[in-house]
């Protein structure tokens, strides 16, 4: 059971350039979501997704896409990287609904740096 | 909008020095409150859910408590491994998402 697995781990890409960070869980959980951390703005949700085949936008959508195609994975994707797009992006999953609101699992993170 | 304020921002104790951290909280219906830590270059990693305010929860030197509008999370007798930064998150009744705060760094000093 490895939980929450984030690849790479460090991308540096230049402006402009594409790239997708990939995130797997086997938990079997139904909620996925990718944050991004900055210093001083804590966590903000990029996009999620409540299962296979169904994803919104969260705070700061803009400049990424996402997918789910399977319970497991959901990669983020940058489309034309810009330098304010640096930053470390972390996926999360847990169960969909467990009455109170059930604590995400996290993945180690990727950090990212554009020049 | 939902909203989580931590205080304070950083904190440098002596080991054995007993402390508290503070998450202020608005949201319009609360499902659950979460306290998280993160180490240096690793992912948040959970503590604590609390539900409804007077609720608490316990786990070694920490003790999250909730009320209607904040929770502290306190440290007794802290430790150097307890050295980290603490989030807290909020999850709304209303959808999925988790709120976070900006997080306070603890920093114990053997």
């Known amino acids: 059971n490895a939980g929450v697995t984030q690849t790479p781990k460090f991308q540096v890409l230049k402006t402009g350039q594409s790239m997708t960070l990939q995130c797997a869980q086997d938990?079997?959980?139904?909620?996925m979501s990718w944050y991004r951390q900055d210093p001083g703005m804590g966590l903000r949700l990029i996009h999620y997704?409540?299962?296979?085949?169904?994803?919104d936008q969260g705070e700061v959508p803009n400049g990424y896409n996402v997918s789910r195609s399977t319970t497991e994975d959901f990669p983020l994707r940058l489309l034309s990287a810009a330098p304010s797009q640096t930053s470390v992006y972390f996926c999360?999953?847990?169960?969909?609904?467990?009455?109170?609101?059930?604590?995400?699992?996290f993945g180690q993170g990727t950090r990212l740096t554009v020049v | 909008e939902d909203q989580v304020t931590q205080s304070p921002e950083a904190l440098r104790l002596q080991e054995g020095e007993s402390s508290s951290l503070n998450c202020s909280y608005t949201v319009s219906g609360l499902r659950g409150l979460f306290w998280y830590r993160q180490d240096p270059g690793k992912g948040p990693e959970f503590l604590f859910t609390l539900y409804s305010a007077g609720e608490e929860k316990e786990k070694e030197r920490l003790k999250a408590t909730l009320t209607k509008k904040e929770s502290f999370l306190h440290i007794t007798a802290p430790k150097p491994e307890d050295s980290a930064t603490y989030l807290c998150?909020?999850?709304?009744?209303?959808?999925?998402?988790?709120?976070f705060g900006t997080g306070t760094r603890l920093t114990i000093i053997p």
């Open positions: 938990m079997n959980h139904e909620y």
């Open positions: 999360a999953s847990r169960p969909r609904d467990r009455g109170g609101g059930p604590e995400a699992f």
């Open positions: 998150a909020v999850c709304n009744f209303g959808n999925e998402k988790l709120t």
């Open positions: 997704s409540v299962g296979a085949g169904i994803t």
